[in-house]
């Protein structure tokens, strides 16, 4: 639990102050949260992610996965591969965080928001650097194996989702460094660290040196 409030405090930490995000009105930002609280929504949001980080990727040649701006910057494939060991991290929290009783008496604490958790992960002028074992190795090649590995590991969570109620999403209450938060909170902020993370291949794509194939 502590690995997983640093990354929060890391995200979030500029968001919850004064500051306001505002993005393109496309549905990985904050235009797309309309705060349904439902199932429908958490679906929706899983697969524009998932479609977002796809077509960024296609058809790009192994020189252009590997290629990195900097030194200290990581390359496409290392950014899928942080992707998928992020999202496997959290999942693995949220349902450890679900094994617990539930604590609806806690609920009133609850006062971030699903727009929130979205604007703050997804804002790309707060960055930092990932901990150890969320630093990609390099084991990706290909984009196609990645890919099929965040697929198969997202079936899990769209499973999840299916098998537990919207209340019992919102009955789990934890703690963050920004306060009292929820297992829903948690599978949106899942799917929009794969958001954030996009963003970051946009911008390794747009660098002067980029392969052009």
Known sequence: MKQLLLMFMAFLAFSF??????HPADHTHSSFVLLQNDK????????KTGNDLQKSVENLSEAQLQYKPSAEEWSISQCLEHIILTEKMLFDMTKE?????????RRNEVEVTDQKI???????????????GLQP???????????D???????????????????DLRNHISDSPFGATDAYH???????HTARH????????????????
Do not use: H
């Not at 965080?97 to 008496?105: F, G, M, T, V």
């Not at 979205?118 to 150890?132: L, N, P, Q």
């Not at 948690?186 to 929009?192: D, E, K, N, T, Y």
């Open 118 to 132: 979205i604007d703050g992960i997804t804002d790309r002028s707060s960055k930092v650097k990932a901990s150890e």
């Open 97 to 105: 965080s679900l094994d617990k009783p539930a604590n609806p008496e």
């Open 149 to 167: 590995d965040l697929t198969n590991q997202r079936a899990e969570i769209l499973a999840l989702i299916e098998k537990v109620s919207i209340d």
């Open 40 to 47: 429908a929504f958490l679906r929706d949001y899983y697969r």
């Open 186 to 192: 948690w599978l949106l902020f899942i799917a929009g």
């Open 17 to 22: 102050t004064s500051k306001e995000v505002n």
């Open 198 to 213: 996009t963003l970051q291949i946009e911008e390794v794509k747009a660098t002067d040196g980029f392969p052009t194939n």
């Open 137 to 147: 190795k390099g084991i990706y090649t290909d984009q196609k194996t990645a890919l």
